[in-house]
């Protein structure tokens, strides 16, 4: 059962930017520590950034840190990630999930996951 959904998605230049969005109808985001992973073709999936539930620190990996920016808007029930100076390498289905925390080495433990949004990064 899907219940996170993922928009944003696209094809872009090298160097440009792009604006995830995760939402859902049936979850109070709020309520949880949210993870972003990617996964590219041929590659395993990878946690990408995560923002907690309350207060904390969010993590990036250090393929996208000083890239790409996790962010929350309560009313909109959303969380963003914000992808800037976009390479090549970015170029992965996106997915947004409920995740059990946000450590400082990463996402932990997803559990409801979005369908994925499709990047990509290509002149």
């Known amino acids: 059962q899907v219940q996170l959904v993922e928009s944003g998605g696209g094809l872009v230049q090298p160097g440009g930017s792009l604006k995830l969005s995760c939402t859902s109808s049936?979850?109070?985001?709020?309520?949880?520590?949210i993870g972003w992973f990617r996964q590219a073709p041929g590659k395993e999936r990878e946690g990408v950034s995560c923002?907690?539930?309350?207060?904390?620190?969010?993590f990036y990996a250090d393929s996208v840190k000083d890239r790409f920016t996790i962010s929350r808007d309560s009313t909109k029930n959303t969380v963003f990630l914000q992808m800037s100076s976009l390479k090549p390498e970015d170029t992965a289905v996106y997915y947004c999930a409920t995740i059990l925390g946000c450590l400082y080495y990463g996402p932990l433990r997803a559990d409801s996951w979005g369908q994925g949004t499709l990047v990509t990064v290509s002149s």
């Open positions: 049936t979850l109070t985001l709020d309520h949880f520590a």
């Open positions: 923002i907690p539930s309350k207060v904390g620190n969010t």
